[in-house]
């Protein structure tokens, strides 16, 4: 059996490392969400957030996309102003939900990370970000809040 694997990785030296790089990534990303201060949320779990615990968003989008359309009541924040911490009328929230939303959920969970180390105790990344949120004919704002 051992040497078939052997003969299978010396035919197929690409295939073989190829699984073992996919094998090693899919570890990793395990572990790193297992032990992230933050985690990935659905828009049902979103909704329920901000009706029940009155929980903040965080919009990370541009000024200019935020105007053409928001989740209601959200704080538009640039993933640079967290790094900066920055954080303006953000910073008063620190004990409640904080949910970042982007624009597909992708780069949300840096600036999630920061927020966790400048001392917010719940932060989520919505998933999918406003893509999926207007996708789903969800309520929109527009303009600046």
């Known amino acids: 059996m051992i040497q078939e694997i052997m003969q299978f990785v010396g035919r197929n030296t690409f295939v073989s490392l190829t699984w073992i790089v996919l094998f090693v990534a899919v570890v990793v990303m395990t572990f790193r969400s297992l032990f992230s201060k933050t985690k990935v949320i659905a828009r049902t779990q979103a909704i329920a957030m901000i009706?029940?615990?009155?929980?903040?968003?965080v919009d990370l989008r541009t000024r200019e996309e935020f105007r053409k359309g928001h989740i209601i009541d959200s704080i538009n924040l640039t993933p640079s102003e967290i790094k900066d911490n920055n954080l303006g009328e953000?910073?008063?929230?620190k004990q409640k939900s904080v949910i970042m939303v982007?624009?597909?959920?992708?780069e949300a969970g840096k600036p999630a990370e920061q927020l966790a180390k400048h001392g917010f105790e719940k932060v989520f990344v919505l998933k999918e970000g406003i893509a999926g949120w207007a996708g789903e004919?969800?309520?929109l704002a527009r303009g600046k809040k």
């Open 102 to 106: 982007s624009a597909s959920g992708m």
């Open 90 to 93: 953000l910073e008063k929230h």
């Open 137 to 139: 004919n969800l309520p």
């Open 51 to 57: 009706n029940k615990e009155e929980a903040i968003v």
